[in-house]
């Protein structure tokens, strides 16, 4: 019996410890165009995160500007938001232990000519206007970018089979 309770108190202490975060994760117009996202997605999958919400939409400009309005006085302002109103892009939330600084490092740097190879952005990007791929660099900006791109019954919450061949 005491055995028991002592198993369950570690099990409820790794639980708390996990720190399961979501991102806000996007394939920008240009990896939609060229046939990239399976190739990306694998990348998430493969690594052993978790699809829990995704879907194919063309942004309009007030979506454009209210994602990236942080940026709203920078130079590169309206063609970022030209860009991201091109043509579709592929939304998801991606879920996982610390998702939110891993999917940034799996991602790469903002510059893909300075990401590194082995990176998205390294190994299939070439400008800064054409980097492919967003991820929520914090988990305010994850919160504020989920509920920007879905309703809460967008986002499904599911037990993942290999749960236990991934996490200890
Ligand atoms: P991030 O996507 O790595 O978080 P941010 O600095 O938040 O980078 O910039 C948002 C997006 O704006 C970038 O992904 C990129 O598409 C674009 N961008 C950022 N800086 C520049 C620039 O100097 N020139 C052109 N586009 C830029
Ligand atoms: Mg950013």
Redesign the pocket.
Known sequence: MLNLIINLIHKLIHEVKKMMEKSFVMM?PDAVQRRIMGKILTRFEEKGLQVVAAKLLKIDEDLAKEH?G??SE???FN??VS?ITSSPSFAMVIKGDDAISLI?KI?G???PKEADLGTIRGDFAM?????II??S?SPASAEREISLFFNEDEICEYKIADDPWIYE
């Open positions: 920008k990236y942080e940026h920078k130079p590169f063609d970022l860009y940034r991602v740097a903002t510059n400008d800064m206007g054409r980097n967003h991820a660099d």
